[in-house]
T-cell receptor
């Protein structure tokens, strides 16, 4: 059974810092990995999707990497801003099903 | 508006009542999904559908029923609500787009069973 773990569960950093969020998964037979952002009381917004054949994807200040063999992905956020405060979820896909981690709650302090 | 919508956004019901949560998407995506989100468990898949009239169980299907008579709609019914079904429910959809099957989520329905 696929298990997805995100560490740390919560992270608080001052504005302007670069930071890394971690995601690990137990079964490397995945189709892709998706990073989401969730604001309090809101739905999920897709940030980046990495195919299993890719090593990384970039969107603006966000960069996600994937190492399938070691079962790890990282989300790098450059020059963090207070508006980046949210919960970040990673999810791995096999067939049509997504398996989610429990998220990292990120707080950026002005 | 284009996208994926859920209704109602908030619902309070009593134990034993039947309640239906609605999900509608305007993209004509083939796949649709229902998840529940709970503290300590994260997001878990309840049911999904590959096309109209094709549905399959996810991780936590007990106590739920789904149907998909039209591609754009995927209602979730709790036949006899229990307190353990108090949760936030998210609907999602996806399609074979650039080989990704990227999933897009609705805003959620917060359900409280008293």
């Amino acid at each position: 059974k696929q298990e997805v773990t995100q560490i740390p569960a919560a992270l608080s950093v001052p504005e302007g810092e670069n930071l890394v969020l971690n995601c690990s998964f137990t079964d490397s037979a995945i189709y892709n990995l998706q990073w989401f952002r969730q604001d309090p009381g809101k739905g999920l917004t897709s940030l980046l999707l990495i195919q299993s054949s890719q090593r990384e994807q970039t969107s603006g200040r966000l960069n996600a990497s994937l190492d399938k063999s070691s079962g790890r992905s990282t989300l790098y956020i450059a020059a963090s801003q207070p508006g980046d405060s949210a919960t970040y979820l990673c999810a791995v896909r096999r067939a049509q099903k997504l398996v989610f981690g429990q998220g990292t709650r990120l707080t950026i302090n002005p | 508006d284009a996208g994926i919508t859920q209704s109602p956004r908030y619902k309070i019901t009593e134990t034993g009542r039947q309640v239906t949560l609605m999900c509608h998407q305007t993209w004509s995506h083939s796949y649709m999904f229902w998840y529940r989100q709970d503290l300590g468990h994260g997001l878990r898949l309840i049911y999904y559908s590959a096309a109209a009239d094709i549905t399959d169980k996810g991780e936590v299907p007990d106590g739920y029923v789904v149907s998909r008579s039209k591609t754009e709609n995927f209602p979730l019914t709790l036949e006899s609500a229990t307190r353990s079904q108090t949760s936030v429910y998210f609907c999602a959809s996806s399609e074979w787009w650039r080989s990704s099957y990227e999933q897009y989520f609705g805003p959620g329905t917060r359900l409280t069973v008293t």
